[in-house]
């Protein structure tokens, strides 16, 4: 029977999980530390609105992913085919899958960081609480999380003093400018000033200036910049190879270049596109059907993975957003991904 052991229990880890866990003669483990799933595409307007909403974006890994090996710990490194883990333990594989996706250092509630779902419940709660209390908001860096963010306060608090700052000459910068021509125009009728071209930097509590010596005033300030991948674990190792950005190296078949018992998928690693749920689900697939050769024969011919073209689908409010994809632009198909920001889909 082979092992195969996934880290990190995102969109593409729990992909891999779910599909492994059909088949026969496979012993399927998931280290992550947390014991629930969360919905990443849900998460900002969680942390606007809060209550049952925000509840229905997570659900405990015992409940969706039956009869996994729940491993609550966090990867420290990797020794051959065995995982380090925290307190000095370990666990043996024949095959790893790492799935660590990124993270921002500087919101980190954006992304659930609490072991427990109670304890991340109550922390969406009380930001909830606090965006709900301000009225006046500052946000740093006009990406995909910063305009998203900016969208879902406008359009939950139009009262709100918002404004986007964005170091480029345009948001969504990562996207062609007809992406970023929509964000801009649904964010100015919500009433969100963006502002381009200027960095700001903080001179005293509550109050920023831009480099143009503008002043902000802000009861609340999110910094949308600086996305990390999550491969801190890694660094040193021997069995894996970390470019200048800390993205993992990866070969055609999405294995480490340095043993090809590793599999690394999403953000994680250094595929030539634009970080995507959607695309890393993608590798998800191609990194199953691999898997599932090579249980068969371990010399069978691989799939190979080619990087997609960037697109994009980001809400900006409960009702419209800006959509691209393959030189179209059907910002109608928003309302696809509004209707519960893929909740019921990820649970699957």
């Known amino acids: ?9 995102g969109v593409a880890g729990k992909k891999v999980v779910s599909d492994l866990l059909k088949l026969k003669n496979v012993k399927v483990s998931l280290v992550e530390p947390k014991e629930y ?28 992913l039956k009869g996994v090996n729940h491993i609550r710990s966090s ?21 790893l899958v790492i799935a660590t996706g990124s993270h921002f250092p500087s919101i980190e509630r954006v992304k659930g960081m609490e072991r427990l779902i109670d304890q991340r419940h109550t922390s969406v709660e009380q930001e909830a609480k ?15 999380v910063g305009v998203e963010l900016a969208g879902e306060i406008a359009y939950a608090y139009p009262n709100k003093e918002i404004v986007l700052v964005e170091r480029g000459k345009r948001i969504l910068s990562t996207l062609d400018e007809k992406m970023s021509k929509r964000a801009l125009d649904v964010l100015s009728e919500m009433n969100v000033k963006i502002v381009t071209q200027t960095s700001v930097k903080e001179i005293k509590e509550g109050s920023w ?14 910094r949308c910049v600086g996305i990390k991948q999550s491969s801190d674990w890694l660094i040193g190792s021997k069995e894996v190879e970390l470019d200048n950005k800390g993205a993992l190296k990866v070969d055609a078949h999405l294995r480490s270049e340095k043993n090809p018992s590793i599999f690394i998928i999403g953000d994680v690693n250094n595929v030539p596109e ?27 011919s691989l799939r190979s993975y080619s990087p997609k073209k960037p697109m994009g689908m980001i809400p900006i409010g409960k009702k419209k957003g800006a959509v691209g994809m393959f030189n179209l632009y059907p910002h109608f198909a928003i309302s696809f991904k509004q209707k519960d920001l893929l909740i019921k889909m990820s649970m699957k």
């Not at 082979?2 to 880290?7: A, F, G, L, P, Y």
């Not at 200036?209 to 999110?222: M, Q």
């Not at 191609?286 to 371990?298: A, F, G, P, R």
């Open 1 to 9: 029977m082979k092992h195969i052991v996934v880290v990190g229990g």
């Open 37 to 64: 799933f969360e919905v990443p595409y849900a998460q900002l307007r969680a942390l606007v609105e809060g209550g049952s909403f925000s509840k229905s974006s997570r659900a405990l890994y015992s409940d969706i």
């Open 75 to 95: 990867a420290t490194g990797i020794k051959k085919n065995t995982l380090l883990l925290e307190e000095g333990s370990s666990v043996d594989f024949d095959y």
């Open 130 to 144: 606090r965006i709900k209390s301000s009225s006046s908001i500052l946000i740093i860096g006009g990406g995909a």
């Open 274 to 300: 634009i970080k995507l749920g959607m695309f890393a689900m993608m590798q998800a697939g191609t990194t199953i059907k691999n898997l599932k050769k090579l249980m068969k024969d371990e010399k069978a």
């Open 209 to 222: 200036v831009d480099e143009r010596g503008t002043e902000y005033k802000a009861d609340l300030v999110y």
